[in-house]
């Protein structure tokens, strides 16, 4: 009986060594999924839209490269795992909010091109002199040049500058009108 313990103790031990060996082997299942995590919530530009979950799951990430560097491979398992869900939910977030800036830049490029066309068509029917006609020319293209500007930023996904472009736009072209509604009342000598 006594030996039947002594066995069932040491196969016991044996049996936790083994156990905690194999948990403690490099988690590179962990690292692969976490990294293709870290990889989906780039695309998504999750530094930009979710910056705080972002640097959250980075922060992770970097405590687990840590901990695999030192060879604590169970600790870097359980933060490759953490890193892992807190990219998938910047990734998720983000993609949520880059849609929102996409149709709310989308609504301002809109806006944008068409009072441009319509500011256009306004300069070239109006009689004002020489002079006010190179002015209008002349803030027209800035105009123009900023709306180009958004445009290619809307083509390139790149919603954020494309938002600032957007307000920028909106302002001017107001501007302009403004002009335009003066030169227009304006007699012309």
Not at 16 to 26: D, H, I, K, N, W
Not at 30 to 52: C, D, I, N, R, T
Not at 94 to 103: L, N, Q, T
Request: charged share 30%; proline share 1%; with cysteine.
């Amino acid at each position: 009986m006594r030996n039947l313990h002594h066995f069932s103790t040491e196969f016991s031990a044996l049996f936790l060594v083994v156990f905690f060996l194999g948990c403690a082997s490099r988690p590179d299942e962990a690292l692969k999924l976490a990294q293709q995590a870290m990889e989906q919530a780039k695309q998504e530009q999750a530094s930009e839209f979710a910056s705080g979950d972002w640097k959250s799951a980075e922060k992770a990430w970097n405590d687990a490269q840590t901990a695999l560097k030192n060879q604590r491979y169970g600790e870097s398992a359980a933060l490759l795992t953490t890193s892992k869900s807190r990219f998938e939910k910047a990734g998720t977030i983000a993609k949520a909010k880059r849609e929102e800036v996409r149709k709310e830049v989308m609504a301002m490029q809109n806006a944008a091109n068409r009072r441009l066309s319509v500011l256009r068509d306004e300069i070239n029917s109006i009689r004002v002199s020489a002079r006010a006609k190179r002015d209008l020319d002349e803030a027209f293209r800035d105009v123009e040049s900023i709306v180009d500007k958004l445009n290619t930023e809307m083509l390139n996904e790149q919603f954020i500058q494309a938002k600032s472009s957007g307000q920028i736009a909106l302002r001017k072209l107001t501007e302009v009108e403004k002009k335009v509604a003066s030169a227009s009342k304006t007699p012309i000598y």
